[in-house]
């Protein structure tokens, strides 16, 4: 999670940066788990430019990484990353979405609705402010397009089906013949 402002970047640097966020996605991806949180900062045009670090994750399908254009820190990404934690928490036996979340951490992007459109066509996420009392988070995807909370659940699944196969096995005292009873044991684990 870069936590430089861009305008410290120069050539080098912001091509390491970049580097490093597409190595960080491409781990998660390959233990599919984990989701990374990054911002960008800069011009519009630089963000959305062919080659840029949207349209590379974009590209690369990443399903693990969230993209927030931030306005002048990219810390401010880290605010999307508390609210999807904290709605995570508070919502375990329902879904949620980040889209139209507030993030009261970040500031707002004072933006035009081509650009915020732009930047969502990358499947980047903006905050931006579209009533007198909250800015919101637009778009709450991923690179890949899939909305964060998919990913999540996804995920959420994965490891209780693992965990319930694990322990019908670890608590077994014997192997487990492959008979039908067995399998209608290992579908009950796996409802559960």
């Given at each position: ?26 781990a ?7 989701v ?39 810390d ?8 999807s934690?904290g ?8 879904s ?30 903006v ?12 778009n709450?995807?991923?690179?890949s ?30 192997k487990?013949p ?7 044991m ?7």
């Open positions: 999670f870069p936590t430089r402002r861009s305008s410290d970047l120069t050539g080098e640097t912001a091509a390491n940066i970049k580097s490093n966020i597409m190595s960080l996605a491409s998660l991806e390959s233990q599919s788990r984990g990374l949180f990054y911002g960008v900062t800069g011009t519009v045009s630089s963000v959305i430019a062919a080659n840029g670090i949207l349209d590379t994750m974009q590209s690369a399908g990443s399903k693990r990484a969230v993209g927030m254009y931030c306005t002048s820190d990219t401010d990404a880290a605010g999307l990353m508390g609210v934690m709605l995570a928490r508070q919502n375990e036996e329902s949620f979405a980040l889209a139209f979340k507030p993030v009261a951490s970040a500031a707002k992007n004072d933006i035009t609705q081509s650009n915020v459109n732009a930047i969502k066509a990358l499947n980047g996420n905050l931006i402010q579209r009533t007198k009392s909250a800015a919101l988070i637009e709450g995807a991923t690179a397009g899939l909305r964060f909370d998919d990913v999540l659940y996804l995920d959420r699944i994965a490891y209780d089906i693992q965990s319930e196969i694990y322990e019908l096995i670890a608590g077994s005292a014997t487990l492959q008979t039908d009873s067995t399998s209608t290992f579908v009950s684990a796996i409802s559960r």
